[in-house]
């Protein structure tokens, strides 16, 4: 056994340590993936979408079909949706509720992830994964998102954990020690039945993908490793049948409601988003290399030691480094596959972060013992660039809203201060901490730093530019009952808050002209111009946040001109 598997499990036998790693583990979980998950209103076209079509099953309790605006949508599965669905009943329609399946979801595999890191290497390198992966931000951005993205990441992930069980990777005393309900079926056939429900449950959070990025990691590392054997575990019957059992009802059934389904979802939604370009996300080969690097901030530079550690375990990739390549194969397969895609979104190679942030955290920290030169600057050098993204961060939110404006006026302002306070310490000392040579220390700090921050500091209050919510929620106020509400020139990810936020589907101004009283939304200066010269009767003229709103009456002789107001 190696001194990074003896030493450090040691010191963390110490109560205090014990109870410092509980309470850092447990506040960076809850900052990173639950706080301010209401924050900001729906951002993008697609937010706005998935959660209206969740609000829409929830009201018609109608849990197979998919309904947008009352209309059939198959654009994804319904897992995400009946998870939105469930937490709107739970706790009312809103942001938060909408977001809280991703928060759960990405929680639920960073455990999954953090007892494999357990049970293949350490406690030592499960700790560090649970500190590290949270705080990416791939994994806080998506676990922020109303959408499908973390919840199929989750799901897979869950299923390659169960995967590495069934190919042998975790040690067999191990095995046994796992499973103390296995009186009915051996633990194999347990974990197979396990296996096929995750993979079940992944199909019916985006689709046949799973499968797909699933068989391909554990074929390569089975091309690799020499161990066909083993990989065929994962296709045990009780595996099929939990599977078919778990993914193909709702297939079916909406495939017996709406003849088009298979059309529409498998054809348009899959082959078509994969073969041609013609959902206009064209993006060049090399794409996703950047976007990785993205993704795994802060801890970018682990990448290092990484790839140096990968080396080594196809060197010795019948032995000890069978894990190291299982991680890789898992982790580079969806990028490699998604490369080759005609559509390209950031959020196709979420599934390759979690077992990437492993083999960084286990790379680093074996080598970090053996007084590796390249990973100490590794660790120093992602602490330091975690200091300048809090920097950063507090220098743009003192910008947007000023410095007396910066918390919450809420009865916690005070504990929100001490704690933003307390995190700016500890950025201080983790990079003193660096200057000293000390990279666990100073990565120890860093974590506390980026909790306090990340759980203090709402940074991005600025709906009126990246959401719709703020003027939604004002047109709401003064909207009348026979009411229209139109849209000029407002880009469509804009135009899909509002339908949300208002509950009715919103029309364009030169698709539809109103023949009563309407609000139009402005969003641009051409609009004024244009709407000048029609007949159209100008009641009012408002300012709410981002855009100007006009109300107008039905056609008149008399044309009123149209004055923009200052914003």
């Given at each position: ?369 053996a007084n590796s030169r390249l990973t100490r600057f590794a660790f120093s050098g992602s602490a330091l660039i975690a200091v300048a993204t809090i920097v950063a961060a507090f220098v743009s939110s003192v910008r947007l809203r000023g410095l007396y404006r910066l918390m919450d006026m809420t009865e916690d302002a005070p504990l929100r201060m001490l704690v933003f306070v307390l995190g700016l310490l500890a950025g201080v000392i983790a990079a003193v901490f660096v200057l000293r040579r000390r990279p666990r220390a100073a990565l120890f700090c860093i974590v506390t730093a980026l909790v306090a921050f990340l759980w203090s500091v709402t940074v991005a209050r600025v709906d009126s530019s990246l959401s719709s919510r703020q003027t939604a929620q004002a047109l709401a106020g003064i909207l009348r009952p026979d009411e ?84």
């Amino acid at each position: 056994m190696t001194t990074a598997e003896t030493s450090p499990e040691k010191n963390a036998t110490a109560p205090a340590l014990r109870a410092g790693w509980v309470v850092l583990i447990c506040a960076t979980l809850y900052a990173c993936y639950f706080s301010h998950l209401g924050a900001i209103g729906f951002l993008g076209p697609d937010e706005p979408r998935y959660a209206s079509v969740a609000r829409g099953m929830a009201e018609s309790r109608d849990w197979i079909t998919p309904r947008l605006y009352g209309k059939p949508w198959f654009e994804k599965p319904p897992l995400y949706y009946w998870g939105a669905a469930l937490s709107f009943k739970l706790f009312g329609v809103s942001e938060a509720a909408a977001r809280l399946p991703s928060a759960l979801c990405a929680l639920l595999a960073t455990l999954a992830l953090a007892w494999l890191a357990w049970r293949l290497y350490s406690a030592e390198i499960a700790r560090w994964l649970l500190l590290l992966l949270p705080t990416t931000v791939a994994m806080i951005g998506f676990s922020h998102a109303a959408a499908p993205d973390m919840p199929f990441s989750a799901m897979l992930t869950i299923t390659m954990v169960f995967a590495g069980v069934l190919v042998r990777l975790v040690p067999s005393n191990h095995l046994r020690s796992s499973w103390s309900f296995t009186s009915f079926a051996s633990p194999i056939s347990f974990t197979s039945l396990l296996f096929g429900l995750f993979l079940g449950l992944a199909v019916l959070a985006k689709g046949p993908a799973a499968v797909i990025l699933c068989g391909g990691g554990i074929f390569f590392w089975a091309l690799f490793t020499k161990r066909w054997r083993d990989a065929l575990a994962v296709v045990h019957p009780a595996a099929i049948a939990a599977f078919a059992i778990t993914a193909l009802p709702w297939y079916i059934l909406c495939a017996l409601r709406s003849p088009d389904f298979f059309g529409i979802f498998i054809v348009e939604h899959n082959f078509k988003r994969y073969l041609t370009p013609e959902f206009q996300h064209i993006q060049p080969f090399w794409f996703y290399f950047p976007i990785v690097l993205v993704a795994v901030l802060p801890w970018t530079l682990l990448l290092l030691p990484t790839a140096r550690e990968l080396a080594r375990s196809f060197q010795d990739r019948l032995g000890v480094g069978a894990n190291g390549i299982f991680l890789a194969t898992w982790s580079i397969f969806p990028c490699l596959f998604f490369s080759f895609s005609q559509s390209k979104l950031p959020g196709y190679i979420l599934p390759a972060i979690p077992p990437l942030m492993l083999l960084c955290v286990s790379a680093s920290t074996r080598l970090l013992a053996a007084n590796s030169r390249l990973t100490r600057f590794a660790f120093s050098g992602s602490a330091l660039i975690a200091v300048a993204t809090i920097v950063a961060a507090f220098v743009s939110s003192v910008r947007l809203r000023g410095l007396y404006r910066l918390m919450d006026m809420t009865e916690d302002a005070p504990l929100r201060m001490l704690v933003f306070v307390l995190g700016l310490l500890a950025g201080v000392i983790a990079a003193v901490f660096v200057l000293r040579r000390r990279p666990r220390a100073a990565l120890f700090c860093i974590v506390t730093a980026l909790v306090a921050f990340l759980w203090s500091v709402t940074v991005a209050r600025v709906d009126s530019s990246l959401s719709s919510r703020q003027t939604a929620q004002a047109l709401a106020g003064i909207l009348r009952p026979d009411e229209e509400v139109l849209v000029c020139d407002v880009a469509r990810s804009y135009v899909y808050g509002f339908n949300f936020y208002l509950h009715r589907e919103v029309s364009e101004w030169g698709q539809h002209e109103p023949q009563r009283q309407a609000l139009v939304v402005i969003g641009s200066p051409a609009c004024w111009s244009e709407l000048n010269g029609r007949k159209y009767h100008v009641r009012t003229e408002l300012d709410f946040a981002r855009w100007p709103v006009i109300e107008v009456e039905g056609p008149s002789p008399a044309t009123l001109p149209l004055r923009r107001q200052s914003q």
